[in-house]
């Protein structure tokens, strides 16, 4: 947890293999983390509340939704934690490919990127009854050297698949 910094801007990119995912990378990080949400989650009245006093916000995967967008570069502006799955799905095989809107609002809010792997979640009683859980944060991307250039979207998907390298490499360490 080192490489979190304790105040500013920062992305945390997590590995998704379970919905603990979401609370044991908030307990590891001691900073709170405002976590980007699909949609659906926010559905009911009950979990809109819950998820919402839980710093979480929602964004429709189905289309660029600017307004979740602006939200998070709020967050960041702020200079609070805010928390992306990068794959956007629940992914138990790694193979889900990273989308690219943790990048674009990396490079738009010029706040660092730290990949985060969560290990021991994917099991049916993660929360440590049975096994052990593990986050490891890496050290952090700053994707400076992209500043005041036109990134396409080729560039944005080779930089997200570049951290989720990172977020793999750290589940193997």
């Known amino acids: 947890m080192d490489n979190i910094p304790s105040s500013g801007p920062v992305i945390i990119a997590p590995n998704h293999v379970s919905n603990w995912d979401p609370i044991v990378v908030g307990a590891a990080i001691k900073r709170p983390i405002c976590f980007m949400g ?4 926010f559905k009911y009245r009950l979990s809109d509340y819950f998820f919402r006093k839980m710093n979480a ?7 660029a939704d600017r307004q979740a967008i602006r939200r998070a570069l709020q967050v960041l502006e702020e200079g609070k934690v805010l928390g992306i799955f990068p794959q956007g799905v629940r992914n ?4 889900a490919k990273a989308q690219s809107g943790m990048v674009l609002i990396a490079l738009k809010s010029g706040a660092p990127i730290i990949p985060v792997a ?3 979640t994917g099991h049916n009683l993660p929360c440590g009854w049975c096994r052990r859980l593990i986050v490891r944060a890496g050290k952090p991307i700053r994707l400076d050297q992209y500043k005041g ?4 979207s080729a560039g944005m ?8 390298n990172k977020i793999n490499d750290l589940l193997v360490e």
Request: charged residues 35%.
């Open 118 to 120: 969560c290990i021991g």
């Open 157 to 164: 998907e080779k930089i997200s698949e570049d951290i989720m």
């Open 149 to 152: 250039q036109r990134i396409g």
């Open 38 to 41: 699909k949609a659906s989650l």
């Open 57 to 63: 916000f929602p964004v429709h995967k189905e289309y």
């Open 92 to 95: 138990r095989s790694g193979e």
